[in-house]
């Protein structure tokens, strides 16, 4: 039987349908609006237009019902418009908007950085901070190192994304289209490289590891650095799984030197691997958190968790924003955490992440091109590649990519090289959705 859920008065059936060509009118009409009314550089992935979402379907203003294996970039991992935040947000819009928290607190703000010291790793004593966007909390990250340790470079990692502000594009490694045009960018940024298993040659990640820290010291010298920021799993580079002991044998570096390790876990956080943030996997302890996307529902807020002696050592004042933690983002990420907790959806992760593996494994048997399956939970992605040579097949994945949009399937790829499909499906998805979503893609790949 095919499930229903109620989003806002709509009944939302759980199922693909499509009922006009993808875009549909209406979907056609609007997006000329937008190409005349927004600029070219704010592009869009799926030709349509949403109206209603939730559970794991998005219906289109024509109509049309979308099977969901986004979550909107990994944020709405509760599922859209999840009744729970719905009614938390809902209870706070009657109360007040708004008041600056640092003008006049209120108790969400700080229920939320109690959370978050909570279910971050660390048994130390914590601090939060929060902020609006991704971007914003790497920014502050970097602020609370550089000021912490009095110490100026930033050492990041190739294929690293870390959003679009000019000291997170200065952070990010790729240039189109991320920074090209976009320059000049913030000092005191460098580059080394990490752990690809699947195109470095067989380093284990205690080497590669080796050659990232030998980099910094023949380089920087380890006394420059302020912090290293780091993606546990790097996401719109590719879900790049480091090998083990990349992560850690860094860690125990940083420590050994006073550098501060950040863990970027925007995209790779919050129940989004079957664990509350991926470096949990390796128990691996950073001294500071990024955390953003799955953090609040789909409402914007973002995090800095860290130490308390990194996150309290700048003045008074010295962060902040008028925005930041606004009271209706932190009544949905309280419900979101809740959601998380009270619905069993870091266990439903793992299982989202054994049926993706299971399928694509199985696929990746009669299919070379498929060059490597990986990730962690709900966090999967498939590497496509030119069987023979092993170079990365962006026009595949393209393809497929574009096959599933107008066959139902909300897709998205990601990869330095253009060459990897991600799965982000909201952790509310049944597996029924899920399967079906998975032979589109087969099918994509098969007519390809
Ligand atoms: N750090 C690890 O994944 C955002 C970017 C989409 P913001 N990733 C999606 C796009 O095209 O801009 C991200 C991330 C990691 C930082 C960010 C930045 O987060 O909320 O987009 O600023």
């Given at each position: ?36 009314a ?22 289109d203003?024509?109509g ?8 909107g970039?990994?944020v ?17 819009l ?87 045009g ?71 570096w ?81 419900a979101?955490?809740e959601?998380?907790?009270e ?35 709900a ?70």
């Amino acid at each position: 039987m095919t499930a229903h859920i109620t989003v806002g008065g709509t009944d939302l059936v759980q199922e693909r349908r499509l009922v006009t060509g993808i875009p549909g009118p209406r979907s056609r009409e609007i997006l000329e609006r937008k190409e005349a009314a927004v600029a070219r550089s704010v592009g869009h992935t799926l030709p349509i237009v949403a109206d209603v979402a939730g559970g794991g379907t998005l219906l289109d203003v024509d109509g049309n019902s979308f099977i969901d294996l986004g979550s909107g970039i990994a944020v709405t991992s509760v599922g859209n418009s999840n009744p729970r935040v719905v009614r938390a947000v809902r209870d706070q819009l009657d109360r007040f908007t708004h008041t600056a928290f640092t003008v006049v607190p209120y108790e969400s703000y700080i229920a939320v950085a109690e959370k978050l010291n909570q279910i971050t790793p660390g048994d130390f004593t914590k601090r939060t901070a929060l902020f609006n966007s991704g971007s914003e909390a790497v920014e502050n990250a970097v602020k609370i190192a550089r000021h912490a340790t009095g110490r100026q470079a930033i050492v990041a990692f190739e294929h690293s994304f870390h959003g679009r502000t000019n000291l997170a594009m200065a952070l990010t490694a790729k240039s189109a289209p991320y920074k090209q045009g976009f320059g000049p960018f913030a000092p005191e940024i460098y580059r080394v490289s990490g752990s690809y298993p699947y195109r470095d040659g067989g380093l284990t990640g205690q080497e590669a590891a080796r050659r990232a820290i030998e980099h910094i010291e023949n380089e920087l010298g380890s006394q420059s650095v302020a912090a290293i920021i780091i993606e546990p799993i790097q996401g719109e580079g590719g879900f790049i799984v480091p090998a083990e002991g990349f992560l850690s044998t860094l860690r125990e570096w940083t420590e050994c030197n006073g550098i501060v390790f950040i863990a970027d876990e925007i995209q790779s956080g919050f129940a989004r691997t079957g664990m509350w943030f991926a470096v949990d996997h390796e128990g691996v302890v950073p001294d500071l958190i990024t955390m953003a996307k799955g953090i609040a529902g789909g409402l914007p807020l973002s995090a800095v968790t860290g130490r308390a002696e990194l996150m309290d050592a700048a003045q008074v004042g010295g962060l902040g924003g008028t925005y930041g933690g606004n009271p209706l983002a932190c009544a949905a990420a309280l419900a979101t955490i809740e959601s998380y907790e009270e619905d069993g959806l870091l266990e439903r992760a793992r299982r989202i992440g054994d049926i993706l593996t299971d399928r694509f494994t199985e696929l990746q048997r009669a299919d070379p091109r498929i060059g490597q399956v990986r990730g962690r939970g709900a966090m999967i992605a498939i590497e496509l590649v030119d069987p023979d040579t092993l170079s990365p097949d962006p026009a595949l994945t393209s393809k497929v990519v574009k096959y599933a949009h107008q066959n139902g399937v909300i897709l998205l790829a990601c990869g330095t090289y253009g060459n990897v499909i991600r799965f982000l499906p909201p952790l509310t998805i049944e597996d029924p959705l899920l399967h079906e979503g998975i032979g589109i893609v087969a099918d994509g790949l098969a007519r390809s």
